[in-house]
């Protein structure tokens, strides 16, 4: 006489032997979605699988049973099998199964019971502040006002008026969410009668209308740190809304612009300036004075022969590194002036030079008018 050896529970729910409780109540959940005779009428097939589900489902979900399966195969929970608690058929309603099995994972959101609404954190909020070169260089602290949304102070955020108090709601019974029904399945939304609280006011606080929270000015100083640049974002902590249900505060962003100077162009942390010298200066060299960012005069040597758009480099007079030690550089461009209206003499000393550098007579007369 042969027997058919019967399939592994673990194989039936697609799981391993060392799945977690979640992890099988999950497994169950998307076989029986798939399995389910209500969603596979007249499916013989489907409806043995589905049979195969609950037996495998009410053995794995059972410590004590899960153990001596574990132990000792099938014969381990002989007559265990067989999931119990519905209709007679065996099957039980889709709904009533989810609900039963996955009202601890999914906070009651199937069966609709009561529970501690979540909470949820506040919105963050955003604002920008604008900055000279020079502040941007020696970092600044700013005052900042702005609005937010924070715990109404009449009502200490419950939303109720003096002498009254908050009672659960009806529409939710506490939950903060409410159940429809769509064929087979269960969808669950926020509340709109509690908007999630779970409790509405008998009478609303007449400062808030019964939120419980209202926009309110704060003041505030962002440390703005040294070296910043545009687009960097500083994140205030807790600066933002309110959240519900003891969420806590959301965050304040806040981005920092920085002016365009009129003298220095910025890339990166080195800080470029434009230096006329005359002609005399880049053939035999010599020294020019040029202004720092923090207001100051530095002596810059000029090589001989420097031409023009030549990059003279003065380390560490840049901007600061952010969040970094040191400073970036000063970097001198170097711009040879041409004379608009040069001297009788000047023509005459140029025109003498052009002679004698090969023949540039043509150019200097081209480039004065001579």
Known sequence: ??????????????????????EI???FRRQAMKYHPDRNPGDKAAEEQFKKINEAFSVLSDPQ???????YGHEGVN???????FNANGFGDINDIFGSVFGDIFGGGFGGGRRTPRAQRGEDLKMDVTLTLEEAFSGKEIPVDYTRRDNCSACDGSGAAPGSQRKTCRSCNGSGHVTYQQGFFSMRQVCPDCGGKGTVVEKPCPECRGVGTKRVKEKITVKV??????GVTLRVS???????NGGGFGDLYVEVHVKDHKIFRREGDDLIIDAPITYPQAVLGGSIKVPTIEGKEIEVNIP?????????????????RLGKKGFGDLLVNVQIEVLKKPTAKQKELLEALAAETGGKKSFFKELFGK
Request: no cysteine.
């Open 238 to 244: 807790n600066g933002g809304d309110i959240g519900t």
């Open 225 to 230: 740190p040294s070296g910043v640049r545009s």
């Open 304 to 320: 001989k022969g420097t031409q023009f758009g030549e990059v003279l480099k003065v380390q560490g007079n840049g901007m600061p």
């Open 65 to 71: 049973k899960k153990q001596m399966y574990d132990q």
């Open 79 to 85: 007559g265990a099998g067989g999931f119990g608690g």
């Open 25 to 27: 109540k999950s497994a």
């Open 1 to 22: 006489m042969s027997t058919t050896m019967k399939e592994d529970y673990y194989q039936i729910l697609g799981i391993e032997r060392t799945a977690t409780e979640v």
